[in-house]
């Protein structure tokens, strides 16, 4: 099942422009986390927030969380062609989530194209 | 190693052959994950393995039939597949025992029933 709704749906910059793409989902989370897919290729885990944390760093990656709003943000700043990908928000929710059975709920993703 | 390793890279079949797909890490991680993706979409959990037990089966179709011979190496068998089961296969695997932590993927076989 999907909780997360991205937006936008797809992004167009110029190299050296920030990209934000933003996540919003339904249920109370553990931690929420964000994944960057190059085409036809396997995810990558870019960053982790936790519930009870508001901001997070990670080189040019700047995520933020607003529980009370039920949403996330990723900023990628002074993009380049090579960020070009879709990026995923996963939730790792509750009550879904108790003791081993943990899965995480997927957001619908934002496809970046970075252009040189 | 940080690496998470499925064979084969692409694989076409026909709706009455038997295949395999297989996964494995040498992360030490108890929990993995089967995914189905379609393009453009976000990846579909398929089934969870926790500690080499199934722990979550999201309703698949029992053409795929999953196997976790041991802690390192995760199977998914399919038989009898139809032409709408085409997709990327993404495995997956994560430190579990109910750690909030990020997951690891291999870069998928690319699936193609004829």
């Known amino acids: 099942s999907q909780q997360g709704e991205e937006d936008p749906q797809a992004l167009s910059i110029q190299e050296g422009e920030n990209a934000t793409m933003n996540c919003s989902y339904k249920t109370s989370i553990n931690n929420l986390q964000w994944y960057r897919q190059n085409s036809g290729r396997g995810l990558v885990h870019l960053i982790l927030i936790r519930s009870n ?3 997070k760093h990670s080189g ?3 995520v933020t969380l607003d529980t009370s709003k039920k949403s996330s943000s990723l900023l990628i700043t002074a993009s380049r062609a090579a960020d070009t990908a879709s990026y995923f928000c996963a939730t790792d929710a509750l009550p879904h989530n108790a003791g081993n059975n943990r899965k995480l709920i997927w957001g619908l993703g934002t496809s970046l194209a970075v252009n040189p | 190693d940080t690496e998470v390793t499925q064979t084969p890279k692409h694989l076409v079949m026909g709706m009455t052959n038997k295949k395999s797909l ?3 890490q040498h992360m030490g991680h108890r929990a993995m994950y089967w995914y189905k993706q379609k393009a453009k979409k976000p ?3 398929m089934f969870v393995y926790s ?9 698949v179709p ?3 039939s999953p196997e976790c011979p041991n802690s390192s190496l ?7 597949l139809q032409p709408e089961d085409s997709a990327l296969y993404l495995c997956a695997s994560s430190q579990g025992g109910g750690l ?3 997951a690891f993927f291999g870069q998928g076989t690319r699936l193609t029933v004829v």
């Open chain 2, 22 to 24: 297989k996964c494995e």
């Open chain 2, 74 to 80: 995760l199977n998914l068998h399919l038989h009898a």
């Open chain 1, 60 to 62: 040019r990656l700047r």
């Open chain 2, 43 to 45: 990846p579909e959990l």
């Open chain 2, 62 to 64: 029992s053409r795929f």
């Open chain 2, 100 to 102: 909030p932590t990020e």
């Open chain 2, 51 to 59: 500690y080499e037990k199934l722990s979550i089966n999201e309703s």
């Open chain 1, 53 to 55: 944390e508001r901001e």
